[in-house]
Nanobody
Framework: QVQLVESGGGLVQAGGSLRVSCAAS?????????VGWFRQAPGKEREFVAA????????LYPDSAKGRFTISRDSVKNTVFLQVNSLKLEDTAAYYC????????????????????WGQGTQVTVSS
């Protein structure tokens, strides 16, 4: 079983930056996994934000996230980071990290249904 623990959320002013972290542990997590970040605002559907292949570091972003969001990983600490710059009010949401089981595609998936393990989420609130 894989455990994912997010941290780093909080209250940030618009225009600022924030980095959230996702620490992964457990025997089921390995080189053939992908880790993704999703977010969900109240009353809205869950939204894909970024993903990374653990072994290769290949990343994937939706067009809406390109330029402001950066996903990265620390292989030694088994931690994935999501850096968000130029925060906007509409970035306010609960941010969740998720991990797949073994996958062999070049790109990490953007479909939440491909992710097996989920963290509890960390709240990011952007104020004006």
């Amino acid at each position: 079983q894989v455990q994912l623990v997010e941290s780093g959320g909080g209250l940030v002013q618009a225009g600022g930056s924030l980095r959230v972290s996702c620490a992964a542990s457990g025997p089921g997590f390995g080189n053939y996994a992908a880790v993704g970040w999703f977010r969900q605002a109240p009353g809205k559907e869950r939204e894909f934000v970024a993903a990374i292949r653990w072994n290769s570091g290949v990343t994937l972003y939706p067009d809406s996230a390109k330029g402001r969001f950066t996903i990265s990983r620390d292989s030694v600490k088994n931690t994935v980071f999501l850096q968000v710059n130029s925060l906007k009010l509409e970035d306010t949401a609960a941010y969740y990290c998720a991990a797949t089981g073994q996958i062999f595609s070049y790109l990490p998936p953007s479909d939440a249904g491909r992710y097996v393990y989920w963290g509890q989420g960390t709240q990011v609130t952007v104020s004006s």
